[in-house]
């Protein structure tokens, strides 16, 4: 299987190489990842609704015109922009036939059925406030346990240390709000699952996986 992803900002080429590096990494037997940036129309970080608005703009357009030779695309970030929020497991990009997938409605659908109940943590308050919208219309309010927001920079992205640092806190609020699971709330930074209070679920890792399921299926 081959997928695209596309980023949600415009990132400079090393960001682009580090981000790759992990798909190949975390990429399951069976799926190979080409991760593109979405182009210098998008915003260089998520920090407000404008931002977060003009994203989704860009990376439906990138979507469009992504051509053949994909069996699946996906946005190369937790708040599924661009990806239709319907009853349909996947919807499908502008004009072709590529499947387009989310990262936050894989991972946060299995979890759904796997009755678990889960939070989330996001480096700032726009994107809280966009997870909890695609929440909402995926139908998982009633699962979800909160979310944290750790007021993080755009630079902690590619410092997992700096990340994990500020986990802790939060993951245990969650845990006190009945959160078995944590989502982490940016696709690209790698996580340390098993030392918190919570289980902190990589929605990449998870969803990749999904992916190879539903391929095979």
Do not use: K
Not at 123 to 135: Q, S, T
Not at 187 to 207: G, K, M, N, Q
Request: proline share 6%.
């Amino acid at each position: 299987m081959r997928a695209l992803a596309v980023t949600p900002i415009h990132l400079p080429s090393e960001e682009i190489r580090r981000r790759q590096a992990r798909y190949d990494r975390l990429a399951p037997p069976g799926l190979s990842v080409e991760l593109r940036d979405v182009g210098p129309a998008a915003p260089g970080s998520l920090d407000d609704e404008a931002s977060i608005r003009a994203s989704e703009h860009e990376v439906a357009a990138a979507l469009a015109r992504a051509g053949d030779g994909w069996d699946l695309a996906f946005p190369d970030c937790v708040l599924d922009p661009a990806v239709p929020e319907g009853p349909a497991p996947a919807g499908h990009a502008a004009d072709q036939d590529v499947p387009v997938n989310g990262l936050l409605r894989l991972s946060s659908l299995y979890l759904s059925a796997m009755n678990v109940r889960f939070g989330a943590v996001v480096r700032n308050e726009a994107i809280g406030a966009e997870l909890r919208r695609r929440l909402t219309a995926y139908g998982l309010d009633a699962r979800t346990a909160g979310i944290e927001v750790l007021d993080l920079p755009f630079d902690a992205v590619a410092d997992a240390g700096a990340w994990n640092a500020a986990l802790g806190a939060a993951a245990d609020a969650l845990a006190a709000a009945g959160a078995t699971a944590v989502i982490n709330g940016c696709s690209a930074v790698d996580v340390a699952e098993h030392r918190f209070a919570a289980r902190i679920v990589d929605p990449t890792a998870l969803a990749l996986r999904l992916m190879v399921i539903g391929g095979s299926a």
